[in-house]
């Protein structure tokens, strides 16, 4: 196979191995914060943090 391509797909590879442990990360906070919140009797959602997540996204 051609050289070049290899280097793209091993790219690809990289990539799609960090975002598999970043969002496995996420998961891990998120996890974190839902027990937070339930043990700490707060709500589950919270509009405010949502809102300024999408203005800053």
Do not use: W
């Amino acid at each position: 196979m051609d050289e070049k391509l290899n280097q793209y797909r091993e790219s690809i590879n990289n990539i799609d191995a960090a975002l598999v442990f970043m969002l496995a990360e996420r998961f891990k906070v998120t996890q974190a914060v839902g027990e937070y919140k339930a043990k700490n009797k707060l709500p589950p959602a919270d509009g405010n943090r949502e809102r300024e997540q999408i203005t800053r996204l």
